[in-house]
């Protein structure tokens, strides 16, 4: 086991541009969010940059205590993965319900995808 105070060099700079990668998702994904004009352009940068982000963490997490234990600490994908499966489900729940009341609402949106099919020509 490696003491903190002797982490090579290059873990600390890789771990470190990790993390400031990961701040700058963060970054990109916020101006995303203020800059676009409506619900549906708002949702993409915030969802694609708190993913992309949350890997950073998660690789420099686990480049940084492999080091600390001079073996594989993998268990820290555990967290991106989640996100990576989480995010899109909610994001899309998120799409169906301003469509469903926007719809409610008599705003002009795309008209609603019936699973029912129709035999207009039987």
Not at 58 to 77: D, E, N, R
Request: charged share 15%.
């Amino acid at each position: 086991m490696i003491n903190v105070s002797e982490l090579p060099l290059w873990v600390e700079i890789l771990v470190a541009i990790l993390l400031l990668l990961s701040s700058l998702f963060a970054l990109i994904g916020a101006i995303g969010l203020l800059r676009m004009k409506d619900f549906f352009q708002r949702m993409h940068p915030p969802a694609l940059a708190s993913t992309l982000g949350a890997w950073c963490v998660a690789l420099a997490s686990i480049i940084y205590f492999s080091t600390l234990k001079s073996g594989p600490v993998l268990h820290g994908w555990l967290i991106p993965i989640l996100l990576a499966i989480t995010v899109p489900v909610t994001t899309l729940l998120l799409a169906r319900t301003s469509l469903f009341r926007k719809r409610m609402a008599g705003e002009n949106v795309p008209a609603e995808v019936s699973s029912r099919r129709t035999d207009s020509g039987s």
